[in-house]
Structures are given as structure tokens and as C-alpha cells.
């Protein structure tokens, strides 16, 4: 039996080289018949791509009703931009002249985004946000100097946030800058290619990989494998960069679910099967402004070995099969349901080296009545003599100064190491106990990045919102903030309570799994347009994992804070300040 083998180079991994080799042996079994395939029609199932001059295309056959972004990326092959250096010639060009031509417009406003950069034109004109790869969110003290020494030389315009897919995006780049800015991060070992358009997102994995004592598996070696997978080595693969929309990965490796694998086109579930370690898998969860769908089984287990092959069948069936139609209706659960999930299935299985995968284990090694930890403060490490202190970064905002400090105390106080979070927090692992006392002392956690912030505050997310966004309706970053404050000086909370916010219907601060969320939309009041939110309720993470739903449509933003006080105390035990005052 012959073996799938991909060189890749580790990266944040403790004791690892430069370069690795994933073997991943296919399992020996029977190949599975494609229950419910046989309704579709065979010319359903011709590829609707192929390739051209080593760059995959669409074909003129399936040309008919696409999209703009389709349309784009058959005009001009987006990777060029790097892999054929077109990146150095076009930040040669001032932006007055680019506007002048469709193509170079179309550069900056379409293509770019598959080097992870993203023009701000409605609201930061000029200016862009890059968006990097870090797999499980894991990040070096260098790394984070050097996205310090970026954002810094931009003043007011140059800021970082920590993102819900345990990323970093910095924000005020100049195009001029960007050739420049590609070289440093390549030196310090980050990359931002394919970070976004129809590109597969960061892998996300447990934050506390490798010094969780409950953990199940250290998720690091299979998310870098992933991420090293899907950009080839920061050379960019461009056998996966024209699919047909975002595609979203994550390997669970504790029984908390921090990666939120309902919500993941694609999540790896630890379980045995016949002895052997490896991962039954969820497709097709996502977002988007018309629908949302929570992942369901493929009815498919793979060994461990098998993570990157069955991520490339997977990626290989939607980029083939899946429509270039209606952006709405592109993600890969639409696929999933046009072809039923058998179907789907047996494309994946055609797809595999040996055409085989075995149905998924009844070994599932996840503890369906896990109660959720916290990982903000101070925790005790598997290793003995060490912890981890989780550190609350409000709504994952960062200033140049703050990542620099951030890197001081990673050195001064760990192993020069920071991990990222989905609740856009930051975690510093491998401090010596001896030293935490010190570090609880530092000035930055005593007055910007709290341990332990208040209860209301501790779990708040929100998106970029129309400060930097053009798609984003409102301001949420501080608009989330002042409103909490107002919130927490009128009842009294006991319990956690996850409010997630969200500037738009596509739901990066993603609501839909939040206690309490607010998406973004513009109402009327007293006759006049004012700035308001969808409110959300009742959406679960963890093992009871589903969507919230609407509780309440159009409120106008500065009438949310009696909205957000009657649901605290109906739905989460809270209590008005003055009957808590009363009673004492």
C-alpha cells in the first residue's frame, strides 16, 4: 500500500525543525457504495473547473449567470499578485492611477484579498487591513514585534485586532509598503497569503494545545500541517485558491469545544476507532446574511495520518462541484445539499488516495456533559511548576505599544509565546508559578488587559464595525463597550453571558452563537434613520451547541440597554442593582 506524503515546514512548534513530513496512510477498508449519488445526474458531477497554465479555471461551459468575483478571478488569476511577483509592480502605481483602469481597480478591491489584504475604500481609503495565517492561534514574541514595528509608522490609522478565528489583523497599511511588509513577515515566519475571498481561513485549535492537563490531543502538529498544507510552504497552492467561497477549518482537541466546531465548513472530532486515534468529521457549518447552518456528521472517520488528504478530498469536491452562482448560495453546505450528504460523500471518497474512508466511530473521545472552562486568570499548566494566565483583551483591539509590551511579558515571564483566542483574548503560557505574582503585577494587566475583568466584560465580542469596515452598518467596538459599562452599573450578574456584536449580516462577531447578540442594521426613530441592531437569543457553544435566533428585530441602538437589562434578569438570573441594594 502506498502512503500520502507532503513536505511542509513546522512552525510554531516546541523542539520542531524547520521542515516536517506528514505520512498519512489511508485506512484499510472497503470502499463505501454512494447510498443516494445515483439520484443526481451524471453531468452534475463533471468538474466544473480545470487547469490552465498550472492555475485551475473555471470552464466556459459553466460560465453562464456567475458572479462578479467569478467573473474577476476568470479576467486575471489572483494568485499571480504573488506567485509572479504582480504585487511589486502594483504597488508601484499610485492609487489615482489604478483607479483609472478596471483591471488594477479590481486589483485592490477584489484580488489583493488573496494575499490577505483588504482595502478599506469606504471608510479608510488608501488604506488596508491585512489579515495573516497563525494556526491555532499560537504566536512568537518576534512575531508579534514585528506587526508592532507595522502598525506602528501608521500613527491614528495603525491598529491590531485579535479576530474570532484566533488571528491577528493589522490595519492601516499603505500599498506602497506591501512588498516590504510580505518579506518581513516571511523572515519572522508568518505568512497572510490566502487568508481571504474564496480561500480556506486559519485553522483554529484548543488555545491551551499542548499544556491543557484535560486536553484530549494537542491540536498544534495538525492545524500547522493544515494551514502549511493550504498556503504550500507560504509559496501559495493554488490548487485550493479558487474555490467557491471561504472555507472554514478546525481540529478540536478538548472536551470545551473553545473551537466552536459547529460553525466550521469542516471540523476534526477526536475518536478511536479499532485502537488507533484519529477523527470522525462535521462539514458544512456557516454563516452567511441568508442562511446559517450548523455542521453535521459526513459519517466518516480518518486516522490521524489522514488529516490533510481528507481535507484536500474535501476541498477538491467543493472546489470541482460547488456553484459560482449567487454568492449566497456558494458556501459548501449548499453543495452538501444538492447532492445529499452520501453523495457528497462518495465525491469525497473519489477523491481520497485509495478511494476509501472508513464511516465514522461510535468512540467519540469528547465528554458530551463537559462543563466549558475558563481560561481568563491564572491555571495550572500539565506540566508541573507552570501555568498559563489568560489575559482579557477588550473586544481584541491593540495598539502598537500594547503587542510590544504583550511580547515583553511573553519573554519576560514565559517561553516567548502567545496564544490567541475566538473570544479575540490572549493567553501567555509556561510561566514559571514562581513568577506569576510579578507578572499579576505588571501595569499592563493591572490597568488595559485584566485577568480577571468584570463578569459582563470577560466574554464580549465584537467585530471591526464601520470605523474600518464598508460593510459593517454600525460602530461596535466602542459602541459594545459603553454599553456594557451602562449595563453593569444596573444589575448585578452572577453568571457568564457571552454578548457577541456584529456590524453587518455577515456576522464576523457571530452572533448566532452568542447568550445575547447584536447584528447591525439602520431603523427608524421619531421619523428619523438612526444607527440599530437585531438582537439575538439564546445561542449555545459546547457539547449543546446551536444557533440563537431572533428575539427581537430593528432596535434602535440607544434604546438597547433596558432591552439587554430585562433579558439579563429574565433569562440569566441577574438582579436590578437597587433590589440588590435594597436586600442587603
Known amino acids: ?34 447510498y443516494g449519488a445515483a439520484e443526481i445526474a451524471a453531468e452534475r458531477l463533471e468538474p466544473r473547473v480545470e487547469q490552465r497554465d498550472g492555475y485551475w479555471v473555471l470552464k466556459e461551459k459553466f460560465r453562464q449567470g456567475i458572479n462578479p468575483a467569478e467573473k474577476a478571478k476568470i479576467e486575471k488569476e489572483p494568485m499571480k499578485l504573488f506567485t509572479e511577483n504582480g504585487i511589486e509592480d502594483l504597488a508601484k502605481i499610485s492609487l489615482e492611477e489604478i483607479e483609472k483602469s478596471k483591471l488594477t481597480k479590481e486589483d485592490i478591491d477584489i484580488r489583493l484579498k488573496w494575499l490577505g489584504l483588504f482595502h478599506r475604500r469606504k471608510h479608510h481609503y488608501g488604506r488596508f487591513m491585512m489579515r495573516l495565517k497563525l494556526p491555532n492561534g499560537v504566536t512568537t514574541s518576534a512575531q508579534t514585534r514585528y506587526l508592532a514595528s507595522v502598525i506602528r509608522k501608521y500613527g491614528k ?63 498544534r502538529p495538525y492545524t500547522n500541517l493544515l494551514s502549511q498544507y493550504v498556503t504550500a510552504n507560504f509559496r501559495g497552492n493554488v490548487d485550493v485558491t479558487n ?53 453535521i456528521p459526513l459519517d466518516a472517520w480518518v486516522p490521524a495520518d489522514d488529516v490533510v488528504p481528507v481535507c484536500k478530498a474535501i476541498l477538491e469536491a467543493y472546489r470541482d462541484l460547488g456553484t459560482r452562482g449567487n454568492r449566497q448560495k456558494t458556501r459548501m453546505m449548499w ?63 491593540v495598539q502598537a505599544d500594547d503587542m510590544d509590551e504583550l511580547a515583553r511579558l511573553a519573554d519576560a515571564y514565559g517561553s ?74 444596573l444589575v448585578s ?14 456576522t464576523c462577531g457571530q452572533v448566532q452563537v452568542a447568550d445575547i447578540g447584536f447584528m447591525g442594521c439602520l431603523t427608524r426613530k421619531e421619523g428619523k434613520t438612526v444607527e440599530g441592531a437585531d438582537v439575538f437569543l439564546g445561542g449555545r457553544i459546547g457539547s449543546d451547541s446551536h444557533l440563537g435566533e431572533i428575539y427581537k428585530k430593528s432596535v434602535p441602538c440607544e434604546d438597547l440597554v433596558p432591552i439587554i437589562v430585562d433579558l439579563l434578569v429574565n433569562n440569566f438570573g441577574a438582579v436590578p442593582r437597587e433590589r440588590e441594594e435594597t436586600e442587603e
Open 335 to 397: 453543495l452538501i445539499d444538492e447532492l445529499g450528504v452520501e453523495g457528497f460523500r462518495a465525491e469525497v471518497v473519489k477523491r481520497m488516495p485509495q478511494q476509501k474512508l472508513d464511516r465514522e466511530s461510535a468512540e467519540d473521545l469528547v465528554q458530551k456533559q463537559w462543563e466549558r472552562r475558563e481560561y481568563l486568570g491564572v491555571h495550572p499548566q500539565k506540566q508541573e511548576g507552570y501555568s498559563f494566565v489568560g489575559l482579557h483583551i477588550p473586544v481584541g483591539r
Open 416 to 489: 516567548g509565546e502567545l496564544r490567541l483566542t475566538v473570544e479575540q483574548n490572549i493567553i501567555i503560557p509556561n510561566i514559571e508559578n514562581s513568577k506569576i505574582d510579578a507578572l499579576l503585577n505588571e501595569p499592563l494587566l493591572k490597568n488595559r488587559f485584566s485577568p480577571d475583568p468584570p463578569i459582563l466584560m470577560r466574554n464580549l465580542v465584537a467585530c471591526t464595525g464601520n470605523q474600518f469596515c464598508g460593510q459593517a452598518i454600525i460602530e461596535t467596538k466602542s459602541r459594545s463597550m459603553k454599553i456594557t459599562e451602562e449595563v453593569q452599573r
Open 157 to 219: 490609522d495603525g491598529c491590531g485586532d485579535v479576530t474570532t478565528r484566533q488571528n491577528w489583523q493589522i490595519r492601516g497599511v499603505v500599498l506602497p509598503d506591501v512588498p516590504e511588509i510580505l518579506k518581513g513577515l516571511d523572515e519572522v515566519g508568518l505568512t497572510s497569503l490566502q487568508s481571504g475571498m474564496d480561500n480556506v481561513r486559519n485553522p483554529v485549535g484548543n488555545p491551551l494545545a499542548g499544556i491543557d492537563p484535560h486536553e484530549i490531543v494537542d491540536t
Open 1 to 34: 500500500m502506498t502512503s500520502f506524503s507532503v513536505n511542509f515546514s513546522a512552525t510554531s512548534l516546541p523542539n520542531s525543525n524547520r521542515f516536517s513530513k506528514l505520512h498519512a496512510t489511508p485506512p484499510q477498508t472497503v470502499a463505501v457504495p454512494s
Open 243 to 295: 474555490l467557491p467561497r471561504k472555507w472554514n477549518v478546525c481540529v478540536i482537541g478538548s472536551h470545551d469545544l473553545y473551537e466552536h466546531p459547529h460553525i466550521n465548513d469542516l471540523a476534526y472530532m477526536p475518536a478511536t476507532k479499532d485502537g488507533r486515534f484519529g477523527f470522525n468529521l462535521l462539514v458544512g457549518g456557516f454563516f452567511s446574511p441568508k442562511r446559517c447552518s450548523e455542521a
Open 493 to 506: 450578574v452572577t453568571q457568564p453571558v457571552r454578548m457577541h456584536w456584529t456590524g453587518c449580516p455577515n
